[in-house]
């Protein structure tokens, strides 16, 4: 196989595999043809369009996806993007920090998974991500969560991103590994107040002396980041396996969107995200489990009727 | 010809167009076809491989090609299409339309070279 063959099928990457398995050979040949007797690599023209067109059609995958879920999805990214793009412009405004790989890391599941087949990789490589970064951030021990339970749960989601005999035995903890996402989200928010609101009289600061408002403050993205993943993964467990990436999708916001503000300087702590990303969290979920349900109502009553 | 398949193609693109003509004469492989447009536009098209199959795919959801055979030559696989009957009825929609345009073009440029109150009949009578 020559070195352009080789570069011509991985640039077929970009297509679905349904589609590689029945159209790669063809493709990849009648590029062969084209090609000039010399020429050593994909010429940028045909390497766009193979691109442009293998994601065209990822597209036009994820439309067998049932309404509610494309609805969701799209709803995701939207609001996804819309804090990506805040972040960015806090990003701006002092250094990086670090909850920003996890920031990117879920934004690109957003992305991906909506296309279908690349989610898996990158929903355990997100997962990872924001495990191993939450460790970093907040030390040994948070939340009741210890080094000895996260190591092993983010080198596990790691070694699942490249392995494929360990892929189902990721089908069989997904739900396991949703609620240890669930609490790490949550614990990354409060890692962040932690590392942000230094002042020793804050509220906000572990050892503080704690009032009804901070405790609150802090139940609530716990509840949020445990209660909807999990909520959203009972969903879609019931239904096929891509459906709990289509999860991670919709989960990605409700971190996204909380974080940028948790984590600004000198502002005042306020329970305004939480509630916030709750109002979206339960918006995009009703769409994802309404529609559908609705849809099926209508089946069987055309059923009924028929 | 359906007129609902027509109204959906009505705007059928050039690429569209130009694949189905060289798919009129006999079944090609993907190579084939596009020698095809190069022959049939004298060079002014040449798609990208990639957009090229993605037409054919586009037409082959829309039933208007089909594969017709699949053979090795040479050691590299190729796939054959062919224009199915839907797709036999548009191209001939299409080209009647469209050399029906093209006359409906010739005679008014016709028109405008010989009326003297145009700028082109003056400077076609001062010539």
């Known amino acids: 196989m020559s070195k352009l063959e080789l570069q011509y099928r991985w640039l077929m990457r970009a297509y679905p595999s349904n589609h590689r398995a029945r159209h790669e050979d063809e493709i990849v040949f009648t590029l062969l043809d084209v090609a000039t007797d010399g020429q050593r690599r994909p010429r940028f023209r045909e390497a766009v369009a193979i691109v442009i067109a293998g994601l065209a059609c990822r597209v036009q995958d994820s439309s067998e996806l049932n309404p509610g879920l494309r609805i969701a999805g799209v709803a995701a990214l939207t609001a996804t993007f819309a804090a990506a793009t805040m972040a960015v412009v806090l990003a701006a405004q002092r250094p990086i920090e670090i909850g920003l790989v996890p920031l990117i890391a879920w934004l690109a599941v957003a992305a991906v998974g909506f296309f279908g087949a690349w989610a898996t990789s990158t929903y355990r490589l997100a997962s990872a991500s924001t495990l191993t970064l939450i460790m970093v951030a907040a030390g040994p021990s948070m939340m009741g969560l210890r080094r000895s339970i996260l190591i ?155 | 010809m359906q007129p609902d398949l027509y109204s959906r193609f009505v705007n059928i693109s050039e690429l569209h167009f130009s694949t189905l003509t060289a798919l009129a004469a006999k079944p090609l492989h993907g190579y084939g076809i596009l020698q095809e447009i190069d022959a049939i536009t004298s060079g002014r098209s040449k798609p990208a491989v990639a957009t090229l199959y993605r037409t054919l795919d586009r037409l082959a959801a829309e039933g208007l090609v089909e594969e017709d055979s699949t053979e090795i030559v040479d050691g590299r696989f190729r796939r054959t299409y062919r224009l199915t009957e839907s797709g036999i009825s548009l191209l001939s929609e299409e080209a009647a339309a469209r050399a029906s345009t093209a006359r409906l073009a010739k005679r008014r440029l016709r028109k405008r070279a010989s009326d003297p109150g145009s700028i082109n009949g003056i400077v076609g009578g001062l010539a």
Not at chain 1, 218 to 242: D, E, H, K
Not at chain 1, 248 to 271: G, I, Q
Not at chain 1, 276 to 305: C, E, K, M, N, Y
Request: aromatic content about 12%; glycine content about 4%.
């Open chain 1, 152 to 306: 092993p749960a983010a080198v596990f989601l790691v070694l699942s991103a490249f392995s494929r005999p360990t892929r189902r035995l990721v089908r069989s903890v997904a739900v396991l590994a949703g609620v240890l996402l669930g609490l790490a989200h949550g614990a990354f928010i409060s890692a962040s107040m932690n590392e942000v609101f230094q002042d020793a009289d804050s509220p906000w600061v572990y050892d503080a002396q704690w009032d009804i408002a901070s405790d609150m403050a802090m139940i609530n993205p716990g509840l949020l980041f445990v209660v909807w993943p999990m909520a959203a993964l009972a969903v879609v467990l019931r239904r096929q396996l891509r459906y709990v990436f289509a999860a991670a999708v919709l989960t990605a916001p409700f971190v996204v969107l909380a974080a940028p503000f948790f984590v600004l300087p000198h502002s005042t702590p306020t329970n305004f995200p939480v509630y916030v990303s709750g109002f979206t969290a339960t918006l995009v979920l009703a769409i994802v489990i309404g529609v559908p349900w609705r849809q099926r109502h209508r089946l069987d009553q055309a059923d009924r009727s028929g």
